[in-house]
């Protein structure tokens, strides 16, 4: 079987991403998947992205680990999907889309930059030395000094796997750069490792340091790929208008026989 793919990524964040309209792609063959996201033996990726259509809206998007299983929703893979929708013509310069999440509007600046709404987030667990909050996929969020020399491999994997459970959350770890400036390196459930950016994570951690007074609600974040912006309203204790901004990067193209 021959698959023709795309490769993008959001701030090093990179997805292979598949059109898959016809409903060819065999969605339950999670070694498959697995292999395509393999960085010596397939194309290489933090994640897989499907294209599908919708009745309800522009398209769907549907999201897998680098482990083969569908996984929640992915921040910078929902501004890359809407990347590759413009470049197949199926929208223009806004659109409306849905994923496993639920309903998401995103926008296409002149100059690349791809906002994308996110779910709202009514609730932030503090605690001592971290919060807990789902910002679409599950984050733990957690302040450290000298973030460049951090082992954010091993301590993410134990805390993702001793704190919460089987199903495991993302380990985000976080140092204030400036005003309104973080630092953010991410462990990711599913790919096991450490990712040079993640949406979601970078979501979770702008409004838990939002909570914990150390940032205003326009956030910039360093990732190891590069830079994110996180704004949002506070109504009520209720973070709402949640937007996520940055880049969408078109890598190459291929056929891979599978």
Do not use: W
């Amino acid at each position: 079987m021959k698959i023709h793919f795309y490769k993008y990524h959001g701030t090093g964040n990179d997805f292979v991403v598949i059109d898959n309209r016809d409903l060819t792609f065999p969605k339950k063959d999670t070694k498959l998947v697995k292999k395509l996201c393999d960085r010596r033996f397939g194309i290489g990726g933090d994640g897989l992205i499907l294209l599908e259509n919708d009745k309800i809206s522009d398209f769907k998007m549907l999201y897998f680990n680098a482990d083969g299983n569908q996984g929640s929703m992915c921040g910078n893979g929902g501004r890359c999907i809407v990347a590759f929708a413009k470049q197949l013509g199926i929208i223009d310069c806004e659109t409306t889309f849905r994923a496993v999440d639920g309903e998401h509007v995103a926008r296409i600046s002149a100059d690349g930059t791809i906002s994308l709404k996110m779910i709202d987030v009514d609730h932030v667990q503090i605690s001592d030395n971290h919060a807990f909050l789902n910002t679409g996929s599950p984050h733990h969020v957690e302040l450290v000094t000298d973030l460049r020399n951090y082992d954010v491999v091993g301590k993410g994997r134990s805390i993702r796997n001793s704190m919460y459970g089987e199903a495991g959350s993302n380990v985000n770890f976080i140092e204030v750069q400036g005003k309104d400036v973080l630092d953010l390196r991410t462990y990711e459930r599913g790919v096991e490792d450490e990712t040079f950016a993640c949406g979601t994570g970078a979501t979770a951690a702008a409004i838990a340091m939002h909570v914990r007074g150390l940032v205003g609600s326009n956030v910039e974040l360093n990732v190891k790929g590069g830079r994110l912006s996180v704004s949002f309203d506070e109504v009520n204790g209720k973070f709402v208008d949640v937007f996520l901004s940055g880049p969408a990067t078109f890598v190459f193209k291929g056929e891979i026989e599978c």
